[in-house]
């Protein structure tokens, strides 16, 4: 299968290499076990005997030992710098009171997780899972930092705790979202990200790059950068689609959330990025967030009277961002979780189909993050004009539970959130990613959560949940070549190895998996991810060129 020479004109023949005695999902053929790729590309999948008819010398054989080979992941929705500075500064996800959250920022400034300013940064602190619910003081938490700079984004990164020193850096004192405590929301809160991030494009690209190589390790061939004003400069969204350019790391697939007010002011923002995007869309926020009390609701939250959260757009603003946007045949979204604020971004809709027409609405691809909370009648509409869902399975897992910050937030409404079946049942497409650092870059947990969702209605099956995190992820950023996301020939050759203990089918209703899992159905098979434990991978490669391998591949 060797060809005499490369698309660059060289005569360096391509790498072949024969995958073989594991396990292949693809389409092609659902008892495949090997494969062949052939320089960037997969050339070949099927049987084993197959495979020893056609293997010889020139190729790079790699024995599976029993490992599957599925197309990589695609996070339909992710943060690089954001994801970088979490792994790298305060985890606080394992705190549970103010005084365990002190104690961290004061080791910190001896143990060298500080940034190269000096600010203490952290993140994934959650108060609903302390004993005590009481916020440190502004005074107790500059006492601890040693008068540093203090910036800790609470685990739905939509409020924070900051320091007195950052509060007079970053201007804080009379801005909507600061009470003179410690905690910051809405524009408060954008001020102090922003001031908190001044730091060395060097420390930017290496957040970055660990945030990547995150991915890589655990399967992902492919990740949405949701970049917006907001939340990062300009020169953060060009170094994030930088990393494309050798393919040494998965791809960056790039958007930019800023409000657009005509088509030709859509056209100046794209033109004056410095680099393309797939859309004006991402987190450009309708709403915020459950956690932090600023998504948007029809009713009260049921532990804050009074409290609707936050509408961060006007329909008519978003109606023009959404017409200007379908008359240039790009991608636009927002972020919306609440309720009332997915209500907005449906009349939205409905007015920018009356100025830019329905069908170029409809073939624009317009996206949503998030939408938690979806009525059927939402479903409909969110139907009408094929817009995508992006949405993330482990924020059922992590806060969907009895008792759990949904039930504490939202009363008998908890029950409604995230639903993933009726989203496939309306016809609303859907792609699925972790909205990292919210949550991990954990592929399969996010698979289980799919399919172990706290309300039974919702779940759907582990092929479903496994297609929403492959294969859609690439529709939903309107990627050109259909064949990505699938091990077929002519396909580019994006794909992870995993090792794994069993592989079965695995459905939301329990009555037809006895009848899946015969042979006879040709249904792929996929990890049993009722052990609660997680494949490991041991190898990504992107068309063709590996990103990441365990020893364990070859060993």
């Not at 030992?65 to 970088?84: C, I, K, M, Q, Y």
């Not at 450009?284 to 600023?294: A, E, K, M, Q, Y």
Request: hydrophobic share 40%.
């Amino acid at each position: 299968m060797n060809q005499p020479g490369t698309p660059d004109g060289s005569t360096q023949p391509r790498k072949v290499t024969m995958y073989r005695n594991g396990s292949v999902y693809t389409a092609a053929d659902p008892f495949a076990t090997a494969m062949v790729v052939d320089g960037d590309t997969v050339a070949w999948v099927g049987s084993e005997q197959a495979a020893s008819s056609i293997a010889d010398s020139s190729m790079d054989v790699i024995d599976l030992r029993g490992a599957l080979l599925a197309p990589g992941f695609v996070d339909s929705h992710v943060h690089l710098t954001e994801t970088g500075l979490a792994l790298a500064g305060l985890q606080l996800a394992g705190v549970r009171s103010s005084r365990e959250l002190l104690d961290a920022v004061a080791a910190s400034t001896t143990d060298g997780t500080v940034s190269t300013d000096g600010t203490v940064l952290g993140h994934g602190w959650d108060e609903t899972a302390w004993h005590d619910r009481t916020l440190p003081t502004p005074e107790e938490l500059g006492r601890a930092a040693g008068g540093r700079p203090v910036y800790l984004s609470r685990i739905d990164v939509h409020s924070a705790l900051v320091s007195p020193s950052l509060v007079a850096a970053a201007g804080l004192q009379g801005m909507d979202g600061f009470d003179g405590g410690t905690r910051v929301v809405r524009a408060a809160h954008t001020a102090a990200r922003l001031a908190a991030r001044q730091f060395p494009d060097a420390d930017r690209r290496s957040y970055q790059g660990t945030a990547l190589c995150e991915a890589a390790a655990n399967g992902y061939v492919a990740v949405a950068e949701m970049s917006a004003p907001h939340l990062c400069s300009a020169e953060d969204l060009r170094m994030a689609a930088s990393w494309n350019d050798d393919g040494a790391m998965p791809e960056v697939l790039p958007y930019w959330g800023q409000l657009a007010t005509s088509a030709e002011h859509a056209q100046s923002i794209l033109d004056g990025l410095g680099t393309p995007v797939r859309g004006l869309a991402g987190d450009l926020n309708i709403d915020g967030s459950i956690g932090s009390r600023t998504a948007a609701l029809q009713e009260d939250y049921s532990d804050a009277a009074g409290q609707r959260g936050s509408l961060y757009l006007s329909v008519d603003d978003a109606a023009k961002h959404l017409a200007a946007c379908s008359l240039l045949g790009i991608q636009a979204g927002f972020h919306v979780i609440g309720d009332a604020g997915l209500e907005a971004a449906l009349d939205a809709l409905d007015l920018a189909a009356v100025e830019a027409g329905e069908q170029r609405v409809r073939a624009a691809g317009h996206r949503f993050e998030h939408v938690e909370m979806a009525s059927p009648s939402a479903l409909e509409r969110l139907a009408k004009y094929s817009v995508t869902v992006s949405a993330q399975p482990a924020f059922d897992a992590a806060w969907g539970s009895p008792g759990g910050l949904y039930e504490q937030r939202l009363g008998e409404r908890s029950r409604e959130m995230n639903p993933f079946a009726a989203f496939y049942s309306k016809g609303v497409p859907v792609a699925f990613g972790s909205d990292s650092p919210v949550t991990p870059l954990r592929p399969w947990s996010s698979v289980r959560a799919c399919l172990e969702h706290n309300n039974p209605e919702q779940r759907i099956s582990a092929r479903a949940a496994f297609l929403g995190h492959t294969r859609a992820g690439w529709r939903a950023s309107k990627y050109r070549n259909p064949l990505m996301g699938q091990l077929v020939p002519g396909a580019p050759a994006s794909f992870a190895v995993w090792e794994v203990e069993e592989l079965m089918v695995q459905v939301a209703d329990n009555r037809v998996q006895s009848w899946s899992t015969d042979p006879r159905a040709r249904t792929p098979l996929l990890p049993a991810l009722d052990t609660g434990k997680d494949p490991a991978c041991l190898q990504t490669v992107r068309e063709g060129r590996e990103l990441f391998a365990s020893p364990g591949l070859r060993g």
